[in-house]
């Protein structure tokens, strides 16, 4: 193997590098300015090349500096994957979840409780967000996703094939026959204009020769809390998950209509690095989420 630098004088151009500048790179490192003046120094003498140009307090990388960034960026990726996988969990008392809004607030949330019987020693931390998690920069041990798959550098597993169906409150139903079109579509529309449900809709209302141009919603957004929020309140008919609303039609607060459900576009994932996949308390958890969900859903057609 060829003669490779100091594995500090690379750290310290790495962040010095990232930051472009050597006091926040200080901070970052808890050094001072002068030691990563000196490390990339050293490092510059290391390798005859210039890596930094210092004009006007300003502190910018050279051609040869962006060349080397990527790649001392990816060989300490690698590195801190390949000590995970030799120590394993570094904080295997607490389990830190990301998950979407919805599915975390309609789903997850009400359940927890039982998980946390099961496993006192585990501390949960939930992350609701709809960005997706960057592994390298977070503390996230286990991301569950709605989504289609292809998530890059990242195992995945599927662990429901969701449905579309339509609902509406039961309040909003006096008078209506759930299962003729022609009535439910005369009620408010509630719009979601999330990628796929339009167009699922659309080809539902060609396939009865509805026309759809004729529907006009009274809400729109491809946030699933507030569109679930306004059908329950009455606010007009939805196309959704069925994941999402399962507590809802089993409380009587919504029903299914028009004897109608379709393969969504979105499905439910488990999404980490897969090391952390081996972690125990993630196979714990994966071990009391997966048969939690299908049992949820094993008797969503009964209602």
């Not at 000196?38 to 300003?58: A, P």
């Not at 509406?168 to 139903?173: D, H, I, R, V, Y």
Request: hydrophobic fraction near 40%.
């Amino acid at each position: 193997m060829k003669h490779l630098p100091p594995l500090k004088s690379l750290q310290f151009f790495l962040v010095a590098g990232q930051s472009k500048n050597f006091k926040h790179a200080a901070e970052q490192l808890n050094v001072t300015q002068a030691a990563v003046s000196q490390q990339i120094r050293l490092l510059e003498e290391n390798l005859q090349s210039k890596l930094f140009e210092r004009t006007n307090k300003k502190t910018m990388l050279t051609e040869k500096g962006r060349k080397l960034l990527p790649f001392t960026q990816r060989a300490f990726d690698e590195l801190t994957t390949g000590i995970q996988v030799v120590t394993g969990d570094p904080n295997p008392q607490i389990l830190r979840i990301s998950t979407v809004h919805s599915f975390c607030s309609l789903w997850l949330i009400p359940r927890l409780q039982e998980f946390q019987k099961l496993h006192p020693e585990i501390m949960v931390q939930l992350a609701p967000s709809s960005e997706l998690v960057d592994f390298k920069q977070s503390n996230i041990d286990l991301a569950i996703r709605m989504g289609r798959g292809g998530y890059c550098d990242l195992t995945e597993k599927k662990i429901y094939d969701d449905n579309l169906i339509f609902v509406a409150s039961p309040k909003l139903l006096i008078g209506i026959d759930k299962n003729n079109p022609e009535q439910v579509f005369r009620l408010p529309w509630i719009e979601d204009t999330s990628i796929g449900i339009q167009e699922t809709f659309q080809d539902y209302c060609k396939s009865i020769n509805f026309q759809y141009e004729t529907l006009v919603p009274v809400i729109q957004t491809n946030d699933a809390l507030p569109l679930i929020d306004s059908a329950v309140h009455e606010r007009g008919f939805l196309l959704v998950n069925s994941s999402l609303v399962v507590e809802h039609i089993r409380a009587g607060r919504l029903v299914k209509l028009l004897n109608y459900s379709i393969k969504s576009p979105y499905s439910l994932y488990l999404v980490a690095p897969e090391q952390q996949f081996l972690w125990k308390k993630v196979k714990q958890f994966e071990g009391w989420l997966v048969p939690k969900l299908l049992k949820s859903f094993s008797d969503l057609d009964k209602h």
